[in-house]
């Protein structure tokens, strides 16, 4: 069960970095926070 967790959070977390590295998150935060309440 332990094992089966642990590779699954792996694979979840690969996924994740995996779909999400082509994102531009600075302009995506940087966007945000322009319209933001600062």
């Known amino acids: 069960a332990l ?3 642990s590779v699954g959070l ?3 977390l690969a996924l994740v970095m995996f779909f999400t590295r ?3 998150w ?7 926070a322009n319209e933001g309440s600062t």
């Open 3 to 5: 094992l089966a967790g």
């Open 10 to 12: 792996f694979v979840m």
């Open 22 to 24: 082509r994102v531009n």
């Open 26 to 32: 600075y302009d995506l935060r940087l966007g945000s």
